[in-house]
Nanobody, 119 residues
Framework: QLQLAESGGGLAEVGGSLRLSCAASEFSLDYYIIGWFRQAPGKEREGVSCISSGGSTTNYADSVKGRFIITRDNVEKTSALQMNSLKLEDTGVYYC????????????WGKGTLVTVSS
């Protein structure tokens, strides 16, 4: 079973930056779309960004467009989410998800990493 582990969360000030990483154990990520999601306190989980299996296509939620950058390295089996110009509303637990490109319903989640943005 594919296991994902996020890291890089922590405390940042408004306007600051953080870089989150997602590392996969054992299995290749070559056939998976990688997505980053977040869940703010008292709110539902929402999609932040995703990147295609080959890395050529990326998508961002309007709320983070122009501030966050998603990347992936299939050799290292990792994905990163560079978060710049952080806002208070970026606070939440950030999760990494890997969804198979052809097998519907085959997806995996990490346990999340907490990002807290303070003023």
């Amino acid at each position: 079973q594919l296991q994902l582990a996020e890291s890089g969360g922590g405390l940042a000030e408004v306007g600051g930056s953080l870089r989150l990483s997602c590392a996969a154990s054992e299995f290749s990520l070559d056939y998976y779309i990688i997505g980053w999601f977040r869940q703010a306190p008292g709110k539902e989980r929402e999609g932040v960004s995703c990147i295609s299996s080959g890395g050529s296509t990326t998508n961002y939620a309007d709320s983070v467009k122009g501030r966050f950058i998603i990347t992936r390295d299939n050799v290292e089996k990792t994905s990163a989410l560079q978060m710049n110009s952080l806002k208070l509303e970026d606070t939440g637990v950030y999760y990494c998800n890997a969804a198979h490109t052809t097998i519907r319903g085959l997806d995996f989640w990490g346990k999340g990493t907490l990002v807290t943005v303070s003023s």
